[in-house]
């Protein structure tokens, strides 16, 4: 609306949802801030100066009383998908490091390196030709 170019960051978990708008012309970003998920805005590079605003202190607290099972239900399920996608993530680490045992030995990585190098001057003597 004001001509000023904005990056949107979509929930992995929501992907209809936005957690996060840059708008780096006027160096702003507003992160919602989700309980469990841990992300310091602070750690992004080139940021000078960060204001935190608690926009909570707008949320009408008795329409969120009449939800607070379902709110506290909706968390502990995140919480505990969290942690179950924590879990399988450092089991399949595990079991690729020790694929990797029976692999990689019998790789030739020199081989895949001029392999790569042989495609790549291919690409760039087709560009070439095209020109």
């Known amino acids: 609306m ?3 170019a904005t990056e949107v960051y979509h929930c992995s978990f929501e992907p209809t949802a936005v957690d ?24 992004i590079p080139g940021l000078k100066k960060v204001k935190l605003k608690d ?5 009408d607290l008795d329409v969120l009383a009449l939800y607070h099972e379902e709110i506290k ?3 502990e399920r995140l919480t505990s998908a969290i942690g179950r ?11 690729h490091d020790l ?6 030995p019998a790789m030739n ?3 895949i390196n001029e392999k790569r190098r042989e495609i790549f001057n291919r690409i760039l003597k087709y560009a070439e030709e095209q020109k």
Do not use: T
């Not at 926009?55 to 949320?59: E, G, I, P, S, V």
């Not at 924590?86 to 399949?92: D, E, H, L, T, V």
């Not at 694929?99 to 990689?104: D, F, R, V, W």
């Open 2 to 4: 004001h001509g000023l």
């Open 20 to 43: 996060l708008v840059v708008i780096p012309d006027i160096k702003i970003a507003i992160l919602k801030q989700i309980p469990g998920i841990e992300f310091s805005i602070q750690n």
């Open 55 to 59: 926009l909570n202190k707008y949320l």
């Open 73 to 75: 239900g909706a968390k």
């Open 85 to 95: 996608a924590m879990r399988y993530i450092s089991a399949a680490k595990a079991e």
């Open 99 to 104: 694929m990797e045992l029976y692999y990689i």
């Open 109 to 111: 990585f020199e081989a």
